[in-house]
């Protein structure tokens, strides 16, 4: 079996509704316009990496429903190897009902589902999937003790492992830094990490130092339209850059940190090669910029095809 990127994730359909204002408690308003998507920080992340052409395996869990059937074949269709996907027995797959306002404000409620049942138990299944991949991608839209057995069977296999602990808060189990080789947050997790409240690059800066104390070997701070903060470690020291990303007109900023982790992971698969993370993390920066550019989350992330296009 040929080594891949394995993103071991959540699944989640999205349902949003445009509308003038919020409804208040008790109160029926009328939408404008209505879209569904597939989403969920995990396959957006799939989507992500296999655009770039990266050899993708998704491991996650949907119902036994029709978002169950349409998220796998969106997946299939942006050439994401699914047979690691499972169906619950009991819960539904994952959705976000979003609302948008006339301000372009939202209020979401995400109801897990299906996520909740992607435990420690289903890493074991997965155990030929996680060891047979080059890298694997986990996100914190699972229960933590599944991410802890799948960067274990990565780790004991000789696999990187990719924590992109979001969304994250206070409590996540800091623990699992011990078994991460590649760490990517943003400002806010930064902070629910090292507890370093995060306003200036200098607090960026120490949050990526306390981050490499923890365990891994690269810790990455996405900062917006500022860039990404990068930090090794090299010849036992930390190494911190700070890349600096191309000005663009940002329109709809949605999972630009799922585009940003799922083009690292692939770059870096493809290079097979984590000597040239700085590299990977410039190109990666590049693409998640490139993707603000565009409306919607996964719509936004560009193919191989286009880049090539584009940029020859
Ligand atoms: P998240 O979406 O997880 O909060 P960020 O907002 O830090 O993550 O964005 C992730 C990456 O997307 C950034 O490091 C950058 O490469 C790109 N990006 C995000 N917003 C912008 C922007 N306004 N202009 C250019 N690039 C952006």
């Known amino acids: ?46 989507v992500a990496a296999a655009r770039l052409g990266a050899n993708v395996t998704m491991i996650g869990m949907v119902g036994k429903d029709m978002f169950g059937d349409s998220n ?11 047979s690691g996907v499972g169906r619950s027995q009991e819960k539904h797959t994952a959705t976000a009902t979003i ?41 914190g839209e699972i229960p ?26 206070a409590k996540m189990d800091k623990s699992i830094l011990s078994l991460t080789d590649i760490v990517c947050t943003n400002e806010n997790e930064a902070e629910f990490i090292t507890g370093i409240p995060q306003t200036t690059l200098e607090d960026a800066e120490n949050a990526a130092r306390k981050m490499l104390e923890m365990g891994p070997q690269i810790a990455i701070i996405t900062l917006g339209a500022k860039g990404v903060l990068l930090a090794q470690t090299l010849n036992s020291k930390p190494d911190l850059k ?9 329109i709809d900023t949605t999972g630009a940190g799922d585009c940003f982790c799922g083009s690292l992971a692939a770059l870096l698969s493809l290079d097979g090669n984590l000597e040239n993370v700085e590299r990977a993390t410039r190109c990666a920066a590049k693409l998640a910029a490139l993707s603000v550019t565009r409306r919607g989350t ?11 296009e584009k940029f020859p």
């Open 1 to 46: 079996m040929s080594k891949n990127v394995v993103i071991f994730g959540s699944i989640v359909q999205d349902l949003i509704s445009y509308t003038e204002r919020f409804p208040r408690p008790g109160e029926s308003v009328r939408g404008s316009a209505f879209h569904a998507g597939a989403g969920g920080k995990g396959a957006n992340q799939a």
């Open 72 to 82: 796998i074949e969106s997946l299939r269709q942006n050439g994401v190897d699914t």
């Open 99 to 139: 609302t948008v306002n006339q301000e372009a404000e939202n209020s979401i409620v995400v109801t897990l589902g299906a996520n909740l049942d992607l435990l420690p138990e289903f890493a074991d299944k997965s155990h030929s999937l996680l060891a047979n991949s080059h890298l694997v991608l986990c996100q």
């Open 144 to 169: 933590e003790a599944a991410n802890r057995r799948a960067f274990e069977i990565a780790r004991g296999n000789g696999a990187k492992t990719f924590l992109n602990p979001a969304p994250g808060d």
């Open 242 to 250: 700070l890349i600096p990303v191309q000005k663009v007109e940002a």
């Open 298 to 308: 996964q719509a936004s992330y560009w193919k191989k095809g286009e880049i090539l």
